[in-house]
């Protein structure tokens, strides 16, 4: 249990465009969704938190009219990173949990890799 | 206060050896510890979690130990594999959780295990 996937797994795209990547709690609601960015040999950078229906939360120095963040549902949040440039390439995490407190665990996804040209 | 130190940042063992990573904390309000495996291009999985309350947790060759009083943790995995090589991910929970929000993780920088054959 307790599956997380992420669409896409890798894409490229031009600069200037906009990328839209998904995350979905498969077997499980996730009240709660982080969203990370992992640069090479590097440690987890959490961009935002989302809860299902509200505003994403976001840390110090993520512009969120960069960073569209939509949490529509218990299963589904989405990443939009628009108008894209090549410093935006990095590996995109996910992660949820269900926000029981016996657990307190997170669930990540398998990443997705972005390749702006 | 929020950070998690994680040494070494790179390990290389021999097959069957011992890996140990060593991971401290500054916040007394952390309440849940979780080591993260993570292999290159995909997301971490959770490896094994402690909380306070003891001061070992054993699954199968992984083992963490606890110390509350010197706030530190480790990770030791007992005849380390090749298919053991990974980067390994030290968190800590901070509880009650920020905003109200789900749990939210700190992570450690990592450490990038090399088992030898």
């Known amino acids: 249990g307790a599956v997380v996937s992420q669409h896409p797994s890798w894409v490229i795209c031009k600069s200037g465009t906009s990328v839209k990547i998904e995350c979905r709690s498969l077997?499980?609601?996730?009240?709660?969704m982080f969203w990370y960015r992992q640069f090479p040999k590097q440690s987890l950078m959490l961009m935002a938190t989302?809860?299902?229906?509200?505003?994403?939360?976001?840390e110090q120095g993520v512009e969120k009219d960069k960073f569209l963040i939509n949490h529509a549902s218990l299963t589904l949040s989405t990443l939009t990173v628009t108008s894209a440039h090549p410093e935006d390439s990095s590996f995109y995490i996910c992660?949820?949990?269900?926000?029981?407190?016996?657990?307190?665990?997170?669930?990540f996804g398998p990443g997705t890799r972005l390749t702006v040209l | 206060q929020q950070q998690v130190k994680q040494s070494p940042q790179s390990l290389i063992v021999q097959k069957g050896g011992i890996s140990i990573i060593n991971c401290a904390y500054e916040?007394?309000?952390?309440?849940?510890f979780p080591w993260y495996q993570q292999f290159p291009g995909k997301g971490p999985a959770l490896l094994i979690a402690?909380?306070?309350?003891?001061s070992e947790k054993k699954e199968g060759r992984f083992t963490i130990s606890f110390n509350k009083s010197a706030k530190q943790f480790s990770l030791h995995i007992m005849d380390s594999q090749p298919g053991d090589s990974a980067t390994y991910f030290c968190?800590?929970?901070?509880?009650?959780?920020?905003?109200?929000?789900?749990?939210?993780?700190?992570f450690g920088p990592g450490t990038r295990l090399s088992v030898l054959p």
């Open positions: 916040n007394t309000a952390f309440d849940y």
């Open positions: 968190a800590a929970n901070p509880s009650p959780p920020r905003d109200n929000y789900g749990q939210n993780f700190v």
């Open positions: 402690i909380r306070p309350d003891v």
């Open positions: 992660s949820a949990n269900d926000g029981h407190s016996s657990t307190d665990t997170q669930y």
């Open positions: 077997d499980f609601q996730a009240t709660t």
């Open positions: 989302s809860n299902e229906g509200s505003k994403a939360t976001y």
